[in-house]
């Protein structure tokens, strides 16, 4: 049988690269962590890690082991978290990893309301984009992940995570407040001709794709996920950009104008790991988040 602090040693060092970094994460003493690393590859009976100069690399065992044990380690966690949860909502703990805009908006409302309705839940926040918010999550690192998608599915292993929609949010073009334009405000193609402001990752593809159904190919000239400096270069002159509600709801600039984009939608979900029924706190804050979501938006 594997034994599950060997294999949170092993985890933590394929994430740190090194016994003697992950001894520190885990507050262990480095022989320590050397003998767990053994008895492990005994038990299993193949070699998991290679000494690589001061630090390891795994081995394909190693990363087929590490893949499984954070599975195991998240469902552990979720399973403890269950059983601490049968006590009641007088105490109680959510992790959550949310995206930026997200975090200034939805979030602050739901957890005020949970802190008001059940003040014994602690609420513990993270910002995180979408897909390592999905990994922290499947790690048992946080108890939910607010996380968003267009069209294109989130990448990384979906198993045994259950998601509830919260909200399709609209899709803005944001253009330089006192400028004209040669065609409709709410159509790319008239933007065709102009440099743009890109995202994240995943919205820079997200971003491509619309404007090649529009007819082009952006030209993309800066490049931040951060939604406010986005407005402030667009307000500048610098380009325009594509901005999701959310962001516009958590801080609009004075200098840009937004224009909705026809059938734009990006939608808002909340994932956790494990089937139905999640834990008490985390369903109560679930409960609080889907109220905050129905509530108007605007931009």
Same mark, same amino acid.
């Given at each position: 049988?594997?034994?599950?602090?060997?294999?949170?040693?092993?985890?933590?060092? @394929?994430?740190?690269?090194? %016994?003697?970094? !992950? #001894?520190?994460? &885990?507050?262990?003493?480095? =022989?320590? +962590?050397?003998?767990? $690393?053994?008895?492990?590859?005994?038990?299993?009976?193949?070699?998991?890690?290679?000494?690589?100069?001061?630090?390891?690399?795994?081995?394909?065992?190693?990363?087929?082991?590490?893949?499984?044990?954070?599975?195991?380690?998240?469902?552990?966690?979720?399973?403890?978290?269950?059983?601490?949860?049968?006590?009641?909502?007088?105490?109680?703990?959510?992790?959550?990893?949310?995206?930026?805009? @997200?975090?200034?908006?939805? %979030?602050?409302? !739901? #957890?005020?309301? &949970?802190?008001?309705?059940? =003040?014994? +839940?602690?609420?513990? $926040?993270?910002?995180?984009?979408?897909?390592?918010?999905?990994?922290?999550?499947?790690?048992?690192?946080?108890?939910?992940?607010?996380?968003?998608?267009?069209?294109?599915?989130?990448?990384?292993?979906?198993?045994?995570?259950?998601?509830?929609?919260?909200?399709?949010?609209?899709?803005?073009?944001?253009?330089?407040?006192?400028?004209?334009?040669?065609?409709?405000?709410?159509?790319?193609?008239?933007?065709?001709?102009?440099?743009?402001? !890109?995202?994240?990752?995943?919205?820079?593809?997200?971003?491509?794709?619309?404007?090649?159904?529009?007819?082009?190919?952006?030209?993309?000239?800066?490049?931040?996920?951060?939604?406010?400096?986005?407005?402030?270069?667009?307000?500048?002159?610098?380009?325009?950009?594509?901005?999701?509600?959310?962001?516009?709801?958590?801080?609009?600039?004075?200098?840009?104008?937004?224009?909705?984009?026809?059938?734009?939608?990006?939608?808002?979900?909340?994932?956790?790991?494990?089937?139905?029924?999640?834990?008490?706190?985390?369903?109560?804050?679930?409960?609080?988040?889907?109220?905050?979501?129905?509530?108007?938006?605007?931009?």
């Amino acid at each position: 049988m594997l034994d599950l602090t060997r294999l949170r040693v092993l985890v933590a060092v @394929a994430r740190e690269g090194s %016994v003697t970094a !992950a #001894a520190e994460s &885990l507050h262990y003493a480095q =022989p320590s +962590v050397s003998h767990h $690393l053994a008895k492990l590859e005994a038990e299993v009976g193949v070699v998991l890690v290679r000494r690589v100069g001061r630090g390891v690399l795994l081995t394909d065992a190693g990363r087929l082991l590490v893949t499984r044990a954070e599975e195991i380690l998240g469902q552990v966690e979720a399973a403890q978290a269950e059983l601490a949860a049968h006590a009641g909502l007088g105490t109680g703990r959510v992790r959550l990893a949310a995206f930026p805009s @997200a975090l200034a908006t939805l %979030v602050p409302t !739901a #957890a005020a309301r &949970l802190a008001a309705e059940h =003040p014994g +839940v602690e609420l513990a $926040l993270s910002e995180a984009e979408p897909p390592e918010a999905l990994t922290a999550l499947r790690n048992g690192n946080v108890d939910a992940a607010l996380i968003f998608d267009h069209d294109d599915p989130l990448p990384g292993d979906r198993r045994n995570t259950t998601t509830t929609p919260l909200l399709q949010e609209a899709m803005y073009v944001v253009t330089p407040a006192d400028a004209t334009w040669p065609g409709p405000r709410a159509e790319l193609s008239t933007y065709a001709g102009e440099n743009w402001i !890109a995202g994240c990752e995943r919205c820079r593809t997200h971003l491509a794709s619309i404007c090649a159904r529009a007819g082009f190919a952006p030209r993309i000239t800066f490049e931040t996920d951060d939604y406010v400096a986005v407005q402030a270069l667009v307000a500048a002159g610098l380009g325009v950009g594509v901005l999701p509600g959310l962001a516009l709801r958590a801080h609009r600039h004075p200098g840009v104008r937004t224009d909705r984009l026809p059938g734009e939608r990006r939608r808002v979900s909340l994932a956790v790991y494990g089937r139905p029924p999640a834990a008490l706190p985390v369903q109560a804050f679930t409960t609080a988040l889907t109220t905050a979501a129905t509530e108007p938006q605007g931009c």
